[in-house]
């Protein structure tokens, strides 16, 4: 059987550290495997695309607008959209301790009760964002593209930052994350 594609891979890594965190009793053994599995995921899609996006919606899973569809039965593209996580992006620094933060976040907002429970907020954590896709069923359909997203404006300008230092360094401008962020900022305007 083939290998998963880095996006495919990082996706299901994250699914099975997820589905420990959300077990009631999670040996050490098990979540310790899964955060490594992850991290060595998560660095192979950043050698591949130091800016990664994916979206989920309809229980379909996209990354850079692409439909995946080795994924089309991930358990994990349905319940993301249920815990407020409907598109999500990953910048060059993020860290072993940015997605365990992430999956207590996402494990928290799908199992606890609203009364009494308190949400941590990851907004210190610049490597990665997440949000809730905006508009109408028919404006957002798979496959669309969806102009009204609620993001941060402080991931484009540490993308900024880190565009200028590879400028400086390399003597080389990473046209696609460049593309990427004008393209944000242009939604975002």
């Known amino acids: 059987m083939n290998e998963p594609r880095p996006p495919a891979a990082f996706l299901m890594a994250l699914g099975g550290l997820l589905d420990v965190a959300s ?12 955060i490594d599995e992850l991290d060595a995921a998560l660095r192979a899609l950043l050698r591949q695309n130091a800016f990664p996006s994916f979206s989920f919606r309809y229980g379909e899973v996209e990354y850079e607008g692409e439909l995946l569809d080795e994924l089309r039965s991930w358990s994990w593209g ?3 959209p249920e815990a407020g996580v409907e598109h999500l992006e990953i910048t060059p620094g993020t ?5 365990q933060g992430f999956v207590e976040e996402v494990v928290s907002r799908l199992f606890l009760t609203k009364d009494g429970a308190s949400l941590r907020e990851l907004r210190g954590q610049s490597g990665i964002q997440f949000c809730e896709l905006q508009g109408t069923e028919e404006e957002t359909q798979p496959g669309t593209v969806v102009q009204s997203l609620r993001f941060d404006l402080d991931v484009e300008a540490d ?15 990473p046209t696609g994350e460049a593309a990427t962020v004008v393209q944000l900022l242009s939604i975002a305007m």
């Open 23 to 34: 077990s009631e009793s999670p040996g050490a053994g098990a979540r310790g495997a899964a």
């Open 159 to 173: 993308t900024m930052a880190w565009l200028n230092r590879e400028v400086t360094e390399r003597g080389v401008v």
């Open 95 to 99: 860290t072993r301790e940015d997605m």
């Open 78 to 80: 349905g319940r993301l």
